[in-house]
């Protein structure tokens, strides 16, 4: 009643409708002045303190640039540095200035021609570029401090260069150069409550920035002023600006004159809402929805039809009527069983329809036949739902299309599959497919399954496979494994392919090459010995032919300084030292043939010339042979001598050079490693029956895939090494009846061993 009383009585919206449009009106123009006049304000009050503020700033960076041209000034009468004292005082004061001045990034004296001599940075004598010689340029030009155009330096931070000339009585000699980072500059002179209310930088001409004071973008949108930054000049602007600020106290009057207009029109609008629901028609409402149903129901593909609750046809669409071939009025009002039900299919179809009525729905819908007015067969895929009017349900509401053609394609695709399968399965090579995204196992037959290491070809799921398919992108074509541990061996060949679905995937196949990897592994052993053995029979034959012909020039040497020896005058031999040199190229080279000697008799196999000596005695000899190359790296070579009075039987020739091959391999792996304090220890110790020497360093070892291959033959670790020292050492020592060894100490480091044994006496 209430409704009826208002929709008979509805009050004229014109008197509403004025007063809101006036409200509206004084709203936007007391909202526009209001803006308009804080806004001038406030933005002519920021530009005149950004103004003020950038003046200032500028100010201070064009002091601070004084006080370093007086600095040059200062500098230059002093230079060119007449001795290192000078240069010292130089660089000392130069460094002084770059940590008080962090945006220095280096001070230099720099000749005429872009030498620079003297370097803050400590760098080596070095020519200035094309770029670094600008500022040189115009102070020689000017004949006073001159400043450089910016430019881009090595660390991509613009830079500008301020030299001093230095001139001698009147000609320009060189200059003292300062290099200044833009950023620096502006991170050191910009105070921070400058920084903290704008945005600080350097620009050229062309709004380019080159440098600010922090890294982030400059503000868009707000206040900005530039000024020329000279110096150092050439264009360069200092640009300020300001971050976005409140507007002060006008914020909080302004929007209490908003709140109050906007409570004002929102009751205007309310009181308007409600008016205009009043006169809504309900009939218009319900037509327009029953045409928008209407148009919606039309344009579905699917067929839609309305039951009642038992099972008389309500409504149709258009699709359901194309799809029966029936009209609406046909169709509109029969009851079961329907018309475009065929005879031999009642059976099923009345059971679907009483599951359908009594609320048992499956989640893939019915597959139905039926029957089209010209007796044409279809089949149709139907879902159901209740058709409700407020909580009582009135029906069911039915959708459907058409799924012949579809359903002869599944066949048809499905019987394709089953050959397929058939001829896969068949196959003795494996074969499967890894999905490209999950890598999940898609397809396996069973000679995959059973090759890899058996398990279930029909599963989602290989045990091996997943773990390893995460990189086949990154593998190469064919991967190796042994499922086994060695016993067999498989080769998985795979390409990229498309699945079924378009999806990327991997085409796998497996293939037994245990057979053909044992004999190739055969085939490489057996080449590599040959390989060997053909290298050492020809370093034997080497070594012999060297030894034969260094012979007579060893003789010749060691002829000749004897002679030499006996025809110098006595006198003048012992007041120049020349009957030392004569006698000490005799003792060498008497040297090097019993080196000769030796490795000649050591490569024939013939047993080496063993002598009784002590063993001590050698030692010091090889370590007087290294103690050159030592002291040329600065290492220390410290000897720990055993106790004396021992005698072994060897020859002291090869020894030594097993020891200074040792010391010589040690020094050399510090140095490479730039070992901190290397130091290498030669320790001397007698057991029961046999002498020890150790030779230590500590430097970074050898790591276990150097150790295995330590004695391999042409195995070195260095870039021209040949990889036989260690194992002429190792032989030579074996060939003392001694043993030859590595060892890790505890340490760091490394210690090579061998002993030899004691002569015991007869």
Known sequence: ??????????????????????????????????????????????????????????????????????WLDSMSDGLPPASAVQGQRFL??????????REIVVAQWVERGGLVKLDSLGRPPHQLDAVGTDAMWRAEKLGRTAYGQPYLGPDNH???????????DGRFVGGVRLVYSMSGLLQQQVPWWIASKYHISLVDLGGHLLASKFEQAPPLGTQSHQISFDPPGFGVMLRGISYRTGIGLTLPVLSALIVVLVIALLFLLWRIRRHVRQRASVEQALQREMSIRRAVE?????????????????????????????????????????????????????????????????????????????????????????LLQGERQEGWVASMYDITELKKKRLALNASHQRFLTVLNGLDSGLCV?????????????????????????????????????????????LEFSPDRGRSWYQLQYRAIDW????????????????SRARASRERAQEERFQTTSRLIAMGEMASSLAHELGQPLTAISTYAAGLARKLPSDAAQNNGVGEAVQAIADQARRAGQIVNSIRAFVKKHAPQLELCDPDLALRRAVALAQPMADKYGMPLLLEPGPAGQRVEMDPVLIEQVLLNLIKNAIEAMREAD????????????????????????????SEEIRGNLFTPFYSTKPQGMGIGLNICRSIVEHHRGEFGVSAPLTGGCAFWFTLPLYQGE
């Not at 029969?334 to 729905?361: K, N, V």
């Not at 070992?675 to 290498?680: A, E, F, G, H, N």
């Not at 320790?683 to 970074?700: C, I, T």
């Open 500 to 515: 079924v679905d378009g999806e990327p995937a991997w085409l796998c196949m497996l293939v037994d090459v245990s057979e």
């Open 675 to 702: 070992s901190l304090r290397p130091t290498v220890r030669l320790k001397s110790a007698v057991g029961a029956q046999f002498w020890r020497v150790e030779v230590v360093d500590n430097g970074p070892g050898l």
């Open 158 to 168: 613009y830079r500008f260069d301020l030299v001093a000339p230095v001139l001698i």
């Open 92 to 101: 000392a004061s130069a460094r002084l200035l770059e940590r008080e001045n």
């Open 434 to 478: 890894v999905d490209g995204d999950s890598r999940l196992l898609l397809y396996a037959n069973p000679a995959f399954a059973g090759g890899w290491g058996g398990f279930d070809a029909e599963g989602p799921y290989c045990p091996l496979l997943p773990g390893m398919a995460r990189g086949l992108d990154q593998m190469a074509a064919n």
């Open 298 to 386: 039309d344009s579905m593909k699917s067929g839609l039809i309305a039951f009642d609750r038992d099972g008389a046809i309500l409504r149709v669409n258009r699709a359901m009527c194309e799809l029966t071939g029936l009209t609406v009025e046909e169709l509109v009002g029969q009851r079961l069983p329907y018309s475009f039900w065929a005879e031999e299919d009642h059976t099923l179809l009345m059971a679907a329809m009483r599951a359908m009525l009594a609320g048992e729905l499956p989640a893939h819908g019915f597959e139905l036949p039926f029957r089209r007015r010209d007796g044409e067969r279809v089949e149709v895929r139907l879902y159901a739902a209740p």
């Open 1 to 70: 009643m209430l409704q009826k009383d208002s929709l008979s009585h509805p009050s004229s919206p014109r008197r509403l409708w004025l007063g809101a449009a006036l409200i509206l009106v004084g709203l936007l123009a007391a909202l526009s002045w209001l803006f308009l006049v804080v806004y001038r304000d406030w933005q002519d009050e920021q530009r005149d303190s950004l103004i003020q503020e950038l003046l200032w700033l500028d100010q201070s960076l064009r002091l601070h640039m004084e006080e370093h041209q007086r």
